[in-house]
């Protein structure tokens, strides 16, 4: 079973901008975090977003703040990325991530299986 289900990904030149989706389902969804968090190629994971689904203020990593926003729809139980002015070094895998707290990853109990973003020219 699937808890958790990515879609947006894909290829953009830099200053474009794509939309990631993440819906959950049984208990991937409660009242917790969820989030994004990416790994560039030869790099370890990091945050990126997350926001409580009980409506608290989002968290971002510095790198995108300004650039990025994340949103959710609690009736659909999806959380969405919006990825604006994106530069080169944004180019990774994207996991969405639920049932943990702000972006310590350690505290995720749930993961996608991760969605392409690739920022070339």
């Known amino acids: 079973q699937e808890h958790l289900v990515e879609s947006g990904g894909g290829s953009v030149q830099p200053g474009g901008s794509l939309r990631l989706s993440c819906k959950a389902s049984?208990?991937?969804?409660?009242?917790?975090?969820m989030g994004w968090f990416r790994q560039a190629p030869g790099k370890g994971r990091e945050g990126v977003a997350s926001?409580?689904?009980?409506?608290?203020?989002?968290y971002y990593a510095g790198s995108v703040k300004g650039r990025f926003t994340i949103s959710q729809d609690s009736g659909e139980h999806t959380v969405y990325l919006q990825m604006n002015n994106l530069e080169p070094e944004d180019t990774a895998i994207y996991y969405c991530?639920?049932?943990?707290?702000?972006?310590?990853?350690?505290?995720?109990?749930?993961w996608g299986q991760g969605t392409q973003v690739t920022v070339a020219s």
């Open positions: 049984g208990s991937a969804y409660r009242r917790n975090y």
């Open positions: 991530a639920a049932g943990g707290s702000l972006l310590i990853q350690s505290t995720y109990t749930y």
């Open positions: 926001i409580y689904t009980g409506g608290a203020s989002p």
